[in-house]
Each structure stands twice: as C-alpha cells, then as structure tokens.
C-alpha cells in the first residue's frame, strides 16, 4: 500500500487536471515524437511511410488543404500523426480490408487483477488469455499489444522485409507505444461473479462521466481529432520544463516490457482504485439482476486519472523517438 500511494504522488504532478487517449492522445505523442526526432531522422520515417499500400487513400488523400499547401514539415507532422491513429481508422474497414488490416488484439494485453482473493484461487490458471510477451517469428492475428511492438521492431529492423511490410508495422508501431501506456490496455479485472473473462480493460464496468470505465481513460485528454490541437499541446508539454524532464528521464528506457509494467502498477493502484474496487464487491455480493446505477467517479478521480495519462503521454512521446532513432541507425 505504502509503494502504490507513493506511486501515485509521483504520478499526480501538474498543477492542473488534463482534459487523456483516443486520437486526440495518439496524435499528441506522434508530434512529441516528430519533434524530438532530427529533420533527417524525421525524413526518413516519412519515406518508409509513402510505401504504405493505402498511402494514396488513408493519408495523402485524407490530408487538409492548407496542410498539404503548407511547408513540407507541417506535411511531415501531420504525417506521422495519421500514422498513429491509423490502426484505429481500420477498424471501420469491411469486407478484405477489414480482415487484411484490422487486428482487433494488438491494441491491449489483458494481465489479470482480481476482485477478491477468492476470485483469485477460483480462476488462477483457467484464464483463456494471451499474456505472452516474446513476438512470434512471423506476424500472427491474435498477437497482444506486446508482441505487436517487439514483431514491429523486428520487422522494421530486418533489411530483407518488404516496403510495405515495413511502412504497415510503422503505423501499429507509433500506436501500439501509445496504447501500451494507457493503464487499460495493461490489465483486465477478474471477477468468478461479475467477470469471468474479465472486464475487457474496463469496458464493462460503466460509468457515470462516460460510456465505460475504459472509455473514459481513453478520453481523459480530451477529443479534438484536429492537427493543430494535438500539435500545440504537444509543444506545451515540450516546453514545460517538468514535462521534458519526465519525457528524458523515460527515454532511457526503450524495453516495452518495462512500459506494460508501469501501466500495470498504474492500472492496479489508479484506475481500479479502492473505491472503484468496493462498488463492483457491492455488485457482486447482490448477485444477478440487482439494478447499480453506473459508477460515479469523484472529482479526485478523474483528475488523478487526467495528470497520469498526461504524464503517460509525454513517457510516450519521448519513447517512440528513441525507438524510432534506434530503428533507423546504421
């Protein structure tokens, strides 16, 4: 108890509460990520990019005019932001291309935390879920988040793989960093009465601020799809000097299990906290068909959750620059 509360103090750290992840947040970590990259580090992650096999379509067509008539670094920024959310753009593909390009599990890895103990000793080992954390040899559907980001360093380091190989694995690269270090990409709860096989992340636990628990973590920083607003909140946080020094200090570690640990911790200490914890021991011990009106986060709550995914973003946008420079040295 005494290292989680501690955690969490190191974790609440800006003066006011953030308004989190959805592209809003993924674009906030591509420009953080562009911006620490050089011009020709930055040019040569574009490159890659123009290979994509839905380039023409998913992002030169999809670019707004005064970008496309504006310098080439804008061009570039805006970019690398669609990159980012592109694996979530996919999921409203149909037909071949939903299935050529839609991979539904390399969003999250769902590690176990349980309700009660005795949910614990009741379900412990009987868990159908992927928790494996080495990338297969080649690029497999049911991969979690993990094993998405090691299979996509892989095949972004190997000479011999494919342009378009390399420029689809970029796309899931610059997202998946982002995803990993969402508290609830990390962790399903599992409960023998509410959640056999586990809550999916939060999604089915609702709440009051929002569609579902998972839901309101992934909007914690806000909505805004546009290119400007997630470029100028990225260039507040590049500037603030507490940001920067959180945003250097994560650099120094590139090892994506170390990440999944963090947003594991994070997820068990900060979004399943105890008084989330005791509403869903109130539903289960009223069983079946009891009527609980959705989970009314306080006001502690969400801005706690707001500062961590803010801090979680900036831990990202750092990170996914310092994968990318080590992808493209000789």
Same mark, same amino acid.
């Given at each position: 108890?005494?290292?989680?509360?501690?955690?969490?103090?190191?974790?609440?750290?800006?003066?006011?509460?953030?308004?989190?992840?959805?592209?809003?947040?993924?674009?906030?970590?591509?420009?953080?990520?562009?911006?620490?990259?050089?011009?020709?580090?930055?040019?040569?992650?574009?490159?890659?990019?123009?290979?994509?096999?839905?380039?023409?379509?998913?992002?030169?067509?999809?670019?707004?005019?005064?970008?496309?008539?504006?310098?080439? =670094?804008?061009?570039?920024?805006?970019?690398? %932001?669609?990159?980012?959310?592109?694996?979530?753009?996919?999921?409203?593909?149909?037909?071949?291309?939903?299935?050529?390009?839609?991979?539904? #599990?390399?969003?999250?890895?769902?590690?176990?935390?349980?309700?009660?103990?005795?949910?614990?000793?009741?379900?412990?080992?009987?868990?159908?879920?992927?928790? +494996?954390?080495?990338?297969? +040899?080649?690029?497999? %559907?049911?991969?979690?988040?993990? %094993? #998405?980001?090691?299979?996509? @360093?892989?095949?972004?380091?190997?000479?011999?793989?494919?342009?378009?190989?390399?420029?689809?694995? *970029?796309?899931? *690269?610059?997202?998946?960093?982002?995803?990993?270090?969402?508290?609830?990409?990390?962790?399903?709860?599992?409960?023998?009465?509410?959640?056999?096989?586990?809550?999916?992340?939060?999604?089915?636990?609702? #709440?009051?601020?929002?569609?579902?628990?998972?839901? *309101?973590?992934?909007?914690?920083?806000?909505?805004?799809?546009?290119?400007?607003?997630?470029?100028?909140?990225?260039?507040?946080?590049?500037?603030? !000097?507490?940001?920067?020094?959180?945003?250097?200090?994560?650099?120094?570690? $590139?090892?994506?299990?170390?990440? $999944?640990?963090?947003?594991?911790?994070?997820?068990?200490?900060?979004?399943?906290?105890?008084?989330?914890? +005791?509403? $869903?021991?109130? =539903?289960?011990? +009223?069983?079946?068909?009891?009527?609980?009106?959705?989970?009314?986060?306080?006001?502690?709550?969400?801005?706690?959750?707001?500062?961590? !995914?803010?801090? @979680?973003?900036?831990?990202?946008?750092?990170?996914?620059?310092?994968?990318?420079?080590?992808?493209?040295?000789?």
């Amino acid at each position: 108890m005494r290292f989680c509360v501690s955690f969490l103090v190191g974790l609440v750290w800006l003066a006011s509460p953030a308004v989190a992840w959805n592209a809003h947040g993924h674009k906030i970590i591509a420009s953080i990520a562009f911006r620490k990259l050089e011009a020709n580090e930055q040019a040569r992650v574009i490159a890659i990019l123009k290979k994509h096999p839905r380039y023409a379509e998913d992002f030169a067509g999809q670019m707004p005019a005064e970008i496309a008539a504006g310098e080439a =670094r804008g061009q570039q920024e805006w970019l690398l %932001q669609q990159a980012a959310v592109w694996p979530d753009i996919v999921r409203g593909f149909t037909g071949e291309l939903s299935e050529r390009y839609h991979h539904p #599990t390399w969003h999250y890895v769902n590690q176990p935390h349980y309700l009660l103990g005795t949910d614990r000793a009741a379900l412990e080992g009987k868990l159908h879920v992927n928790t +494996a954390l080495d990338p297969p +040899a080649t690029t497999e %559907q049911e991969m979690n988040v993990v %094993q #998405t980001i090691g299979r996509a @360093r892989r095949v972004l380091k190997t000479p011999d793989a494919s342009d378009t190989d390399k420029a689809l694995m *970029l796309c899931w *690269l610059l997202h998946t960093i982002g995803d990993i270090h969402q508290p609830l990409h990390s962790t399903a709860l599992f409960s023998e009465k509410l959640f056999p096989e586990g809550d999916r992340g939060g999604n089915l636990v609702r #709440t009051k601020q929002s569609r579902n628990l998972h839901s *309101l973590w992934d909007g914690f920083l806000g909505e805004s799809n546009e290119f400007a607003a997630a470029r100028n909140r990225a260039l507040a946080l590049l500037a603030d !000097s507490s940001s920067a020094n959180v945003g250097a200090e994560a650099a120094e570690e $590139l090892d994506e299990r170390k990440w $999944l640990d963090e947003s594991h911790q994070l997820a068990i200490a900060a979004a399943y906290d105890p008084a989330l914890l +005791a509403y $869903l021991r109130l =539903r289960a011990m +009223a069983g079946e068909g009891a009527d609980f009106p959705p989970l009314d986060c306080s006001e502690d709550y969400l801005k706690a959750g707001g500062r961590i !995914s803010e801090r @979680r973003v900036v831990q990202a946008g750092y990170r996914t620059a310092g994968v990318l420079r080590s992808l493209l040295a000789e």
